[in-house]
């Protein structure tokens, strides 16, 4: 066929006429081929005329296509099936990071690895666990699931350990959210979520947020579009550092309970935070799942994250599981159970949580006594407020620095640069001078 697709041809290949329909039976047809990359799309009232449907149905059946980054173009100008992939691809992240030598990267808001803790005496026990290269799927080891249990802010039904906080919400998401739902998510926040989102094809539904985290009025405006799920980060904010305090808790609970929305917590920082965890899940615990992850802790290597839910929950989460890889190495549940109940590793993380809260707040003072004021919070990173990010980038690029765009973090305009401070060991007045003058135009 040509370049140019025309309505009809298009119109008799498509049998279910709702938007859903619509955008499924389109999408089948460019990953089979029959609408090769580069092909023209009718125009909307066209393909709506032979459909027998009214164009806004085909105006959403296109939106949901734009999202999965299946279609590109709009209005006059027309739309294409586009060239960008079919293989998903974390956009938002793929796009930072891999600096030269001679740059300072603050691009990475990850554990310093000077400050994890060591891992051979944990995996040598993990070695004398029970059970160990059965291919019988587990949930969870019993000395992890012990191990976790007295910290744990409720007591769910149900806890499963997981390839890594991120694999953990990926997977939650693909097993309980469907293609096309609304998802509500603070603003702003982790990019990697972002990217999660954005491969779903979900309609992401920004909350936003202040010091004391998402903001009740804001959530109950995001509510009245029916969200699947509101996805949030309540221990410590992985871009601004801020922790929900207990009262925001409540009264963001207050708005939920008007709702059956899944609420989905991402505890990505763990220990990192020197706060107590906070959750939902003792006043909502058939709909929340609570993620919690050990990589920035005790090291990204172990891979390991454990979730909460209820048994339901946890059943259909693991039954998506069932189509790779089923179950999590136990030799890594029971290492990462020996570092919890360790002492020593006990004493380290918390003296990389003071070292880490050092560096962030270096940074803050030295900014601050050039004009530029942060929030204060804790972590690994500080978000910068400025006047033009790509000012900004070009600035500090300029003087070979590097930071992430604060667009990478939000679906709605920014005005920040997030500057990761875990590896910061000095320098703190050189990058906080260079950030002053990036700071305004």
């Known amino acids: 066929m040509s370049d140019i697709c025309e309505a009809r041809w298009l119109a008799e290949r498509i049998t279910n006429k709702t938007i859903r329909g619509i955008a499924l039976e389109t999408s089948a047809l460019v990953r089979a081929g029959v609408l090769p990359v580069g092909t023209r799309l009718p125009a909307m009232r066209d393909l709506a005329y032979e459909l027998g449907v009214s164009p806004a149905t085909i105006s959403e059946a296109w939106s949901e296509l734009r999202q999965q980054k299946i279609i ?34 603050l691009s990475m808001a990850v554990p310093d690895q000077a400050l994890l803790p060591p891992l051979a005496k944990a995996m040598v026990y993990a070695t004398s666990v029970g059970d160990l290269n ?22 769910p039904e149900a806890f499963l350990a997981i390839n890594g906080g991120y694999n953990g919400v990926y997977t939650t998401l693909r097993a309980l959210v469907r293609p096309g739902s609304v998802v509500a998510v603070e603003h702003p926040t982790a990019m ?33 579009e029916r969200p699947a799920a509101f996805l949030f980060q309540p221990r410590l904010h992985s871009v601004t550092g801020q922790t929900v ?33 906070v959750s939902l899940g003792k006043r909502f615990p058939d709909r929340t799942v609570r993620i919690v992850s050990f990589s920035k802790t005790l090291g990204p290597d172990l891979r390991l994250a454990v979730l909460s839910g209820s048994a339901s929950i946890v059943e259909q989460i693991q039954s ?44 803050a003072r030295e900014l ?21 990010e790509p000012f900004a980038m070009v600035t500090l690029a300029a003087r070979n620095i590097a930071v992430v765009s604060g667009n990478k973090f939000s679906i709605l305009p920014s005005a920040h640069i ?24």
């Open 418 to 441: 997030r500057v990761a401070t875990s590896k910061l060991t000095s320098g703190h007045a050189q990058v906080a001078e260079a950030i002053a003058l990036a700071h305004v135009i």
């Open 192 to 224: 990697r979520l972002l990217d999660i989102l954005e491969d779903l094809g979900v309609k992401i539904v920004p909350v936003l947020s202040d010091t004391e985290g998402p903001l009740p009025a804001s959530l109950s405006q995001a509510l009245a």
């Open 134 to 155: 059965s291919y019988a799927r587990s949930r969870i080891v019993p000395e992890l699931r012990d191990a976790i249990a007295g910290d744990w802010p409720y007591e």
């Open 368 to 388: 601050r006594e050039r004009g530029v004021q942060t929030m204060p919070g804790s972590g690994l990173c500080l978000w910068v407020p400025v006047q033009s």
């Open 245 to 277: 305090t207990l009262q925001r808790i409540e009264a963001l609970g207050d708005v939920l309970a008007e709702s059956d929305t899944l609420i989905i917590e991402d505890d990505g920082l763990a220990d990192i935070s020197a706060e107590r965890p």
């Open 72 to 105: 590109s173009g709009r209005g006059r100008n027309g739309t294409w099936v586009c060239a960008e992939r079919f293989v998903a691809k974390p956009e938002r992240l793929a796009s930072a990071g891999h600096y030269g030598a001679n740059v300072l990267d």
């Open 320 to 363: 998506y599981r069932a189509f790779s890889a089923g179950w999590t190495s136990r030799v890594l549940q029971a290492a990462v159970a020996w570092l919890i109940r360790d002492e020593e590793t006990s004493q380290i993380v918390a003296a990389a949580r003071a070292t880490y809260q050092e560096r962030r707040d270096t940074l």
